[in-house]
């Protein structure tokens, strides 16, 4: 597979190497998406390929930050991306200022939204604005790589208070949205039953 690159870059393959089989590139040398955690990730999988060690990766799970102010934090697909895939989704957000600890640092503007498969309820993407943005994105990205659901949200407690408490609000307002009661997979065990001692 032919990876594409910046005008001026250089074009490389799958793993990474250029037209001259053992010389790879990587990093903004070769154009998008020139972040340093990605340079680095694809320095390690070159290596990989060079030394035959076998590896993989989840490219499509690539978070991206960019650190202005408000931070700016996604992961997944995009609501774009998933109507141009006629992908039936639907989002569930949460304003930091909902939010207790949203409310002790003063974040008024902060927004994570959270889209997810509308039928497998299948988390597929996650946006957020706001205070630690390029953090927090990394609890919806860990979701997303073992294929979790927003319904995990609703199912976990989180510490109070923190923003990671946006996901389970962000998750009951997708919920609701849907228009019908969760149908939540119980994750928990059943009670077992208790012996009575005489
Ligand atoms: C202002 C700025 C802010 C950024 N902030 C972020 C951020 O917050 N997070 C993020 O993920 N990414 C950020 N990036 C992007 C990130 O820095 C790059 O994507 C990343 O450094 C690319 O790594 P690289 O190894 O490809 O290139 P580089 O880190 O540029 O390394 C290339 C090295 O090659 C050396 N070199 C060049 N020519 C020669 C030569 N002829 N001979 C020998 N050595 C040579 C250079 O001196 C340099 O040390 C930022 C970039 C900029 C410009």
């Given at each position: 597979?032919?990876?594409?690159?910046?005008?001026?870059?250089?074009?490389?393959?799958?793993?990474?190497?250029?037209?001259?089989?053992?010389?790879?590139?990587?990093?903004?040398?070769?154009?998008?998406?020139?972040?340093?955690?990605?340079?680095?990730?694809?320095?390690?999988?070159?290596?990989?390929?060079?030394?035959?060690?076998?590896?993989?990766?989840?490219?499509?799970?690539?978070?991206?930050?960019?650190?202005?102010?408000?931070?700016?934090?996604?992961?997944?697909?995009?609501?774009?991306?998933?109507?141009?895939?006629?992908?039936?989704?639907?989002?569930?957000?949460?304003?930091?200022?909902?939010?207790?600890?949203?409310?002790?640092?003063?974040?008024?503007?902060g927004t994570l939204k959270l889209i997810f498969h509308m039928d497998t309820r299948e988390l597929l993407g996650v946006d957020i604005i706001g205070t630690g943005a390029s953090e927090l994105i990394h609890i919806g990205q860990a979701v997303m790589a073992f294929g979790g659901t927003v319904d995990y949200f609703v199912n976990t407690v989180f510490n109070y208070p923190t923003l990671a408490e946006c996901y389970e609000t962000a998750a009951f307002n997708g919920i609701n949205r849907l228009g019908s009661l969760p149908a939540l997979e119980p994750k928990l065990k059943p009670p077992q039953e208790v012996g009575v001692i005489v």
């Open positions: 597979m032919e990876r594409k690159s910046v005008v001026g870059g250089v074009c490389t393959n799958a793993y990474y190497q250029t037209e001259v089989p053992y010389v790879y590139a990587v990093g903004d040398v070769i154009g998008f998406p020139s972040l340093v955690s990605v340079s680095m990730e694809q320095g390690r999988l070159a290596a990989c390929h060079a030394y035959g060690v076998p590896t993989q990766s989840v490219s499509e799970l690539f978070p991206y930050g960019i650190y202005t102010i408000p931070e700016i934090s996604t992961v997944g697909k995009n609501e774009e991306e998933l109507t141009q895939d006629g992908v039936p989704y639907e989002i569930g957000k949460a304003q930091y200022r909902e939010i207790a600890r949203g409310q002790i640092i003063g974040d008024e503007q």
